[in-house]
């Protein structure tokens, strides 16, 4: 299954190597959002993006403290890319939920929307595999 769905990403994506713009719909999280793309004309397609370079606190945490991060990243992400903001996806890549996909997100204005959320402290940054918690014991 996970072959078909690089396959098919293959295929939406042509030009995963350049940027692809995306309407942004729905935020999710603070590091994740739902966006239309456009194949075609007549071909418009929803994925979720996960921003490529940054980890924010996750919402499901049992760490109040985490939790409390999450919301204000979440909120800060949806001010950086309102709904309706197109973007730019580059380096546009699978991600390993189904139906996902990974991707630096760059605003109108040419901002790298994970180095944002990292400078202001609502992220650090992240390259894959084992994410680091951000509790701990005394959190």
Do not use: H
Request: charged share 25%; glycine share 10%.
């Amino acid at each position: 299954m996970r072959g078909l769905v690089v396959f098919v990403c293959g295929l939406l994506f042509p030009m995963a190597l350049y940027a692809v713009p995306a309407r942004v719909g729905y935020i999710i999280d603070g590091d994740t959002f739902s966006a239309m793309v456009n194949l075609d004309d007549d071909i418009e397609i929803s994925v979720r993006v996960r921003l490529r370079n940054v980890d924010t606190p996750e919402m499901t945490s049992e760490c109040e403290y985490e939790r409390t991060r999450a919301v204000a990243a979440k909120v800060r992400l949806g001010e950086i890319i309102p709904t309706g903001t197109i973007v730019q996806l580059e380096n546009i890549k699978d991600d390993k939920y189904l139906g996902r996909i990974d991707a630096n997100v760059i605003t109108p204005d040419g901002r790298d929307v994970g180095n944002v959320l990292i400078s202001e402290g609502f992220g650090r940054k992240y390259a894959g595999g084992k994410r680091q918690p951000w509790c701990n014991g005394n959190q």
